[in-house]
């Protein structure tokens, strides 16, 4: 799976796997603010209705746990790509 920055719509994914419809949000300091919470939650709720589902990580995970935040992604990820394979994309 290519993972990248892509624009979707009006919105930008920090990373995004095509081939598994998952994106992964890496959210800094700024995402604790509740105005930003609430812009968060509208946005995952928007690519949900387009058949994404969006994983976030805590900025501080990637320097503390970058194995463990890998391994999950790689689980969501094969998670949907059996989905995807017993059922057909969508």
């Known amino acids: 799976m ?3 920055q892509h624009p979707i719509g009006r919105l930008l994914a920090d990373c995004q796997s095509m081939e598994a419809t998952r994106i992964i949000e890496i ?3 700024a995402h604790a603010e509740p105005d930003h919470a609430a812009y968060d939650a509208e946005r995952t ?4 209705e387009r058949g ?3 994983i976030r990580f805590q ?3 990637v320097d503390r746990n970058l194995e463990g935040l890998l ?3 790689r ?4 998670v949907r790509m059996a ?3 017993k059922e057909g994309p969508g």
């Open 59 to 61: 900025a501080g995970e």
């Open 83 to 85: 989905q995807v394979l």
């Open 75 to 78: 689980g969501a990820c094969e």
């Open 2 to 4: 290519i993972w990248h």
């Open 45 to 48: 709720a928007w690519l949900a």
């Open 71 to 73: 391994e999950a992604i």
């Open 52 to 54: 994404y589902e969006v």
């Open 27 to 29: 959210d800094g300091d």
